[in-house]
Each structure stands twice: as structure tokens, then as C-alpha cells.
């Protein structure tokens, strides 16, 4: 045979996989970074959460209900927090002139336990003080520290955007390939199914699910309901947009030049085809995590989802539902636009994604 | 006892009065290290035929209806799946038309041969392995070539590839469907080449599918000419293109351009392969046929032997 090899230059950069690529197209967006950057700082907090809080989420300041936010200005060389005084007959405050703290790094204060196994008492920062609390985003009605519970809320509201993103898009993929691959009466059963859940309005269904667990449950039982509810609802529409890529995929000539090899049809599926919707599926997985976190959202405020005293953004808002709250201590509102930035981040996200998995672009 | 034996092979396209008859009848037989190419006009059934040696058309819509398909004396047709799933890969293996479609997109192509390793020989799925494949069908610095998405590499490579994937499995009959009708002529050589110097190495029977009678002379031992889903003519392949016996086959040739012929108008057989469903009766070939006579459209003629080793299907063929 003559060999017709190719001269190969040894300084030659190697050629891009395709990842290399969509992340070299990821990086030129810059609103899609942002977004990328503040989704890392907001998960990793959450998982630093019992560190970054200065206090326990259900820690109870009997002296201080509604106490506004306090915050940290300079003085000299340090970080001081002043002492407020309530004034009588009313939930109003007013900070002691003079009379200030200074806030410390890497304090021992409240114990913890970190990732919910170790038990720790370093804080990322405090006064050491009971009477010098430092209230971020000040207490809420029963005198708890908003901007920590905020933190341990977030460890619920942002894992469950994930967690059930993966349940319902492994299900989605799986089923909608698996409807796609085999059509015939196989699809129309899954599909007529997929119609069935999507055509009934989400809160409904989200709702008189609710209703088919006991109304006394665990905080972690509640927490894998949530996460089961919304994969419930959401297998349906990945279904079926997988279940469309794998009608054309199918035809393609490498599924048959894979069953000449002798695969099985499900590992045809798996192998072959699911990952040639991979780019689409990041994008979609991207795009629907804040309606996961919203559907948390949305469970616990309305008070059959995340329990008291355990916190979530969702059962956090419920505080706020009162107006005349809402007119008096708007701090109460912090985790809406905590949401509000979650649900940017990842819209903002999701688009540089599809834009950097479009290659037409 | 031969390698393939496919004894009058009938499949429909549908079920009942709807039922479109593809392959019509289909006797061919291979013996252990021969190469037969299949040959014929589009949509006359040659695929379908290859494909069915594996049982790789999707039934439905396909539906045998009569024959057998003896591989290594075990009939294709009623085997179970477990089985079918070992020979496929592990007796026979395809190569398809499009390198391009044929590898997966998302994976490295080492992968994909790595993949037809652990299927067939799990104890040789090795980078190893797959480097020894990748100098066998003549890739160059495999080393690095493992690491390559399919897209890196041009057509010729590409094919090469999936002709590495097909041996990786020893397999004892290679199907290549029109393997060198996507890739340019000087490609198209060197693939040929190195289809038949493999076979001379590995001992494997090719069965080629093509419409290019030119590729037949270099590679065939015998030749199964179709037309409308039936085989119209058999023979080994030198004395088909010295003295081609069917009036299909003799139109096929001169229809072959030829270099001495000077400058004057190719030769075109007049109308189309008959539609699938629509066949005419009697002889198919008939309303082409430029020494048709009226009991053409009476009866479908036989194949017979005419001579040793030469079967017609046409009564009027001297």
C-alpha cells in the first residue's frame, strides 16, 4: 500500500475538541460569565453556609424582633457595629450613639455542624456579644437573623434547583429516547402521557400532589417530596423534546452502523444517541433550574412545603405576605431578591450556553 | 459448507394488500474468504439484501416472508436476539456509504473502536489494540489519532476508521455498502486497495455493494447483478464483464464510458427502475429490454445455469 501520510507539524497546536471550543465561545460572554461567577459565589456560600451565617438559623433574639439591619462601618482601624435601643411600645429601633463593638474575623461563637457532619464553631465574622448582634439584613418577626437564614435557605432553594434538574432530566432523557428510538404505539402511550401532565396547570398539580403525602412530615421527608413533586412535573417537556432529536438521530447512519455492531437497543440510546442531545439538554437544564427553585418557592409559601423553623427562601417570603410588615420592615423582602439574582444568573447563563452550543452562530 | 447462504429471500415493506415486495426471491451464496459484488441501479434492492444478512432492517416496516439466510449454517431469520447480537460484529460486519455519518459525532474515534472491542473482545479492548487496527487499515501516527473527533479528519481517514471498527471483531464476512461512492476517485483507490489487501491478509469474505462496474473487475471473484429486487444475473466476475449474458447487465456495461471510445454519446439505458409496488408484469426488466418480445410480459422468467457457473434470468440471452 503507498502511504500518502500527511506531514505533521510536532509544533502544530492540537486541534480543539469540541468542549474546548464551546467554552472558548462561553468565555467571550461576558453577561454569561457574570452569571456563571455569581452562581459559583452563591453555591459555594451555600455550602459554607453554617460559616458564612454568623448565627443559627433558628437562634431566637427574644429582645430584638423586627430589629433593622445593622451594618459594620469603620471606625479607626476596625469594623464596629453600633448597640440599638428599642424604643417603647413599638418594634423601632435606634442606634446608641457611641456605643459600638468591634466585629472580628474567624470568630468562635455558635456551634455548627459543616456540610452538616462536622461539628465546628468558627464563624467568618461576629462581635462575640450577645448585646452587640450584628443583623445584616436585620431579624424577622420571632427575632432571627434574616441574612443567616437566608444562607440556610439557600442550601434548599439551590440545591433543589439541582437536584431536581438531574432527577427529572436523567427520567426526561431516558424515557424520551427510549419513545423516541422504538415510536409505534411505545411513543404514543409515553407521549399521550407526557400531553396528560403537561396540559394540567403546574400549580394544580403541584398542588393536589401536595395532597397525596401526610401533611406531618420531617424536613428532609419535605424536602425529597419537593424535589419528587417538581421532577414529576418536569420529566414531561424534556421528554418530549428529546424524544423529537432522537426521531431524526435515529436515522442517522451511526445508530445503524452501532446496531451492525451488535449493541443492544438500549445501549444504542444511552451510547449513542442521548449524548448527540447533550448541548441542547445543558442549555434546557440551565434554563429550567429557576423554575425549580421557584416551584420550592412557591410549595413553601404557601405553607405546604419547607417547615418552620427550618428555612428556604419560599417559607421565608411567607413573612413577608403581610403589608403592613412589608410598609415597616422591608428586610423581610431580602430572600425575593435573593431569588431575583439566582433566577438572572441562570437565565444569563443558560443564553451564553446556547449561544456557545450553537455552532451556526 | 458455505459462509452465506441466502435462499430465495422475499421481504415486504408493510403488511397485507399494501405490502410492497423489496427483495423478490434473492438466492446468492459466499464461500469462506470470497468476494461477491452486488450490483445494480438504485432502489433495486441491493441494501436491503446486505442489510438483511444481519437482520438490520427494522421489521416493521420490513417483513420477511419466505427464504432463509444461512450464516455459518445458522438461519438468521429465526434467530433469537442474544444471538444475532454476537454475530453481528462478531461474523459479519458492515461498512457503510458515509464515513461521515457512520462515526459517532460527540466521540473520539479511538472510543468507537474500542467500543467494537469490548462488544466482541473484551480482553483486547486496549489503546494497544486500537493503535495496531489504526496501522492496519494505514492511518498515519495512530498514536495521536486516537484522540481525534471525526470531524478532524477527512473523508479517506474517516472511512479508514470505520473499517477498523468493523475488523476490530475478526469478523469473517465484511459487508461494505458502496463504501467509496462519498469519497473522491483517488480516495476511492487507495480504499479499495486496502479492502482487498486486507481480505488477502485476514482470510474474510468481502460481499461489496456498488453500482460501479468498474470497481467490479478489480475486486470481485463473482458477481450477482440485481434489478427490481430479484437477481438477474450471476457469474464470476471475469467472464461477466468479458461477455455479460443478461440484456440488464450487457446495458450496464455500455453505459460504461470508455477511454478509446472518441467523443460520442454514452449509451443510456431508456426509462427508470420500475417503482417498488409497480413492477410490470412478467420480466421486469421488459419494458427496457431492447430485444423484448411479446411472452416478456407473460411469466417471470427463471434464473437458470446457462453454463457452468452462469446463471440468466432471461430465456432469450444468446
Not at chain 1, 442531545?277 to 437544564?285: D, G, L, N, Q, R
Request: glycine share 8%; proline share 7%; hydrophobic share 45%.
Amino acid at each position: 500500500m503507498n502511504e500518502t501520510a500527511p506531514i505533521q507539524d510536532r509544533n502544530a497546536e492540537p486541534p480543539l475538541s469540541p468542549w474546548q471550543l464551546f467554552w472558548r465561545r462561553l468565555r467571550q460572554r461576558r453577561i454569561a460569565m457574570a452569571g456563571g461567577v455569581i452562581l459559583i459565589v452563591l453555591y459555594l456560600v451555600a455550602l459554607f453556609a453554617g460559616f458564612v451565617a454568623p448565627y443559627s438559623f433558628d437562634r431566637l433574639d427574644r429582645d430584638r424582633f423586627f430589629h433593622p439591619p445593622t451594618w459594620p462601618r469603620l471606625s479607626g482601624f476596625h469594623l464596629v457595629v453600633p448597640r440599638y435601643e428599642q424604643l417603647p411600645g413599638s418594634f423601632h429601633y435606634r442606634a446608641v450613639p457611641d456605643d459600638t463593638m468591634p466585629v472580628h474575623f474567624l470568630v468562635h461563637t455558635g456551634k455548627y455542624k459543616l456540610f452538616g457532619v462536622i461539628p465546628a464553631t468558627l464563624h467568618l465574622f461576629g462581635t462575640g456579644n450577645e448585646n452587640y448582634p450584628v443583623y445584616l439584613l436585620g431579624t424577622d418577626q420571632f427575632g432571627r437573623d434574616v441574612f443567616s437564614r437566608l444562607l440556610y435557605g439557600s442550601q434548599i432553594s439551590l440545591s433543589i434547583g439541582i437536584i431536581g434538574i438531574l432527577l427529572s432530566f436523567t427520567f426526561g432523557m431516558i424515557i424520551g429516547g427510549v419513545s423516541g428510538y422504538f415510536s409505534g404505539w411505545t411513543d404514543t402511550v409515553i407521549m399521550r402521557l407526557c400531553e396528560l401532565i403537561m396540559s394540567i396547570p403546574a400549580l394544580y398539580l403541584i398542588i393536589s400532589l401536595r395532597a397525596t403525602f401526610p401533611p406531618e412530615m420531617s424536613s428532609s421527608q419535605v424536602y425529597a417530596m419537593i424535589i419528587i413533586i417538581l421532577s414529576f412535573i418536569g420529566w414531561a417537556s424534556m421528554a418530549r423534546v428529546i424524544r423529537g432529536m432522537t426521531l431524526s438521530l435515529r436515522e442517522q447512519q451511526f445508530v445503524l452502523a452501532a446496531r451492525s455492531l451488535g449493541q443492544s437497543h438500549l445501549r444504542v440510546i444511552v451510547r449513542h444517541i442521548l449524548p448527540n442531545t447533550f448541548s441542547y439538554v445543558i442549555v434546557a437544564a440551565t434554563l429550567s433550574v429557576p423554575y425549580y427553585i421557584l416551584g420550592e418557592v412557591v410549595l413553601s409559601f404557601l405553607g405546604v412545603g419547607i417547615q418552620e423553623p427550618s428555612a428556604s427562601w419560599g417559607n421565608m417570603l411567607t413573612a413577608a405576605q403581610n403589608t403592613e410588615y412589608l410598609r415597616n420592615y422591608p428586610w423581610l423582602l431580602a430572600p425575593g431578591a435573593a431569588i431575583f439574582v439566582t433566577v438572572l444568573a441562570f437565565n444569563f447563563l443558560g443564553d451564553g450556553l446556547r449561544d456557545a452550543a450553537d455552532t451556526k452562530s | 459448507m458455505n459462509l452465506l447462504e441466502i435462499r430465495n429471500l422475499k421481504m415486504d415493506f408493510g403488511i397485507g394488500p399494501d405490502a410492497l415486495r423489496a427483495v423478490d426471491g434473492v438466492s446468492l451464496s459466499m464461500g469462506v474468504g470470497e468476494t461477491v459484488c452486488l450490483v445494480g441501479e438504485s432502489g433495486c434492492g441491493k441494501t436491503v439484501t446486505a442489510l438483511s444478512i444481519a437482520r438490520l432492517v427494522p421489521t416493521p416496516p420490513a417483513n420477511y416472508v419466505g427464504g432463509e439466510i444461512l450464516l455459518n449454517g445458522r438461519d438468521v431469520l429465526k434467530m433469537p436476539k442474544g444471538e444475532l447480537r454476537n454475530i453481528r460484529g462478531g461474523v459479519v460486519s458492515y461498512v457503510f456509504q458515509e464515513p461521515g455519518a457512520s462515526l459517532n459525532p460527540v466521540f473520539r474515534i479511538g472510543n468507537q473502536i474500542k467500543e467494537s472491542l469490548k462488544l466482541h473482545k473484551p480482553e483486547k479492548a486496549t489503546d494497544e489494540e486500537v493503535i495496531r487496527l489504526l496501522k492496519l487499515v494505514g492511518i498515519p501516527a495512530p498514536e495521536s489519532r486516537i484522540r481525534n473527533y471525526p470531524f478532524e479528519m477527512s473523508g479517506g481517514m474517516q472511512q479508514r476508521v470505520m473499517i477498523a471498527v468493523a475488523l476490530a471483531s475478526e469478523p469473517k464476512l465484511l459487508v461494505a455498502d458502496e463504501p467509496t461512492t462519498a469519497l473522491d476517485v483517488t480516495i476511492q483507490a487507495q480504499i479499495l486497495e486496502l479492502l482487498h489487501d486486507l481480505k488477502q491478509r485476514l482470510g474474510m469474505a468481502i460481499l461489496l455493494i456498488t453500482h460501479n462496474l468498474g470497481i467490479v473487475g478489480d475486486m470481485a471473484d463473482r458477481v450477482a447483478v440485481m434489478y427490481a429486487g430479484q437477481v438477474v444475473e450471476l457469474a464470476p466476475a471475469k467472464e461477466l464483464l468479458r461477455r455479460p449474458l443478461h440484456p440488464y447487465t450487457k446495458a450496464l456495461m455500455n453505459a460504461v464510458p470508455k477511454l478509446a471510445g472518441g467523443a460520442e454519446r454514452l449509451s443510456a439505458i431508456p426509462g427508470n427502475v420500475p417503482r417498488i409496488g409497480n413492477f410490470p408484469p412478467g420480466c421486469r426488466f421488459a419494458p427496457r429490454c431492447p430485444i423484448a418480445k411479446p411472452e416478456c410480459s407473460k411469466k417471470i422468467p427463471e434464473l437458470v445455469e446457462v453454463e457452468a457457473g452462469r446463471w440468466v434470468r432471461c430465456p432469450f440471452w444468446k
